[in-house]
């Protein structure tokens, strides 16, 4: 069974500062495909950025990048220049895709932005 | 990527009784999914909505429980049914593919 580690229930960060959120993964595929997903107090589930496993490019959004280290099975979400609107939690989710659309999300981390 | 409206937004409803939640999506999704996410926690998948067949429910939930609803690749519903204080939860619906997932903004339900 797949799962999701997030191993910061909180982080906080200053405005304009970056932060680096973590998440480990389990396997045994070699297909599958990662995803950053925001919920602000709103409720509202937002796709940050998502990754394939079979690019060695780490996706990039903006401000939000991942590192993506196949090998370690981890998949690190970094935000650069921090602003108050990214407070929120933070979920790191894992399909394996094969016909599976199923997300399995990781317990999430709680970011706060400290003006 | 698509739009999901879910509705209700909120509501507090008595034991015993039934409360059925909508999920229009603006495009056709394959997939969609109901989820339950405790204040603070991560999402709980309840079961799999599949167009034309029997939803697929996890462990821990049931049909008779949860019906759920999907007559095309636009529309599902969640019931809960014979609702009791544990309960009360968000519920939230999602739709889409390995392209990205989309979801509702959630049914906060409260049941007194």
């Known amino acids: 069974a797949q799962t999701v580690t997030q191993s910061q229930p909180e982080m906080s960060v200053q405005e304009a500062e970056t932060v680096t959120l973590s998440c480990t993964y389990d396997?045994?595929?070699?297909?599958?495909?990662l995803f950053w997903y925001k919920q602000p107090p709103s409720r509202q589930m937002i796709l940050v950025i998502r990754?394939?496993?079979?690019?060695?490019q780490n996706a990039t959004e903006n401000r939000f990048s991942v590192n993506f280290q196949k090998a370690a099975k981890s998949f690190s979400l970094k935000i650069s220049d921090s602003q108050l609107g990214d407070a929120a939690m933070y979920f790191c989710?894992?399909?394996?895709?094969?016909?599976?659309?199923?997300?399995?999300f990781g317990k999430g981390t709680k970011l706060s932005v400290i003006p | 990527s698509a739009v999901i409206s879910q509705k209700p937004s909120r509501d507090i409803c008595q034991r015993g009784t039934s409360l059925t939640i909508q999920c229009q999506v603006d495009s056709q999704v394959t997939m969609m999914f109901w989820y339950r996410q405790q204040p603070g926690q991560s999402l709980t998948l309840i079961a799999t909505a599949n167009q034309g067949s029997e939803a697929t429910y996890e462990s821990g939930f049931v049909i008779d429980k949860f019906p759920i609803s999907r007559p095309n690749l636009t529309f599902s519903t969640l019931t809960v049914s014979n609702m009791s204080p544990e309960d009360s939860s968000i519920y939230l619906c999602?739709?889409?593919?390995?392209?990205?997932?989309?979801f509702g903004s959630g049914t906060r339900l409260t049941v007194v």
């Open positions: 396997t045994s595929e070699s297909d599958y495909y």
């Open positions: 999602s739709g889409g593919g390995l392209y990205g997932y989309t």
């Open positions: 990754q394939e496993a079979y690019k060695q």
């Open positions: 989710a894992f399909n394996y895709g094969a016909g599976s659309y199923q997300l399995t």
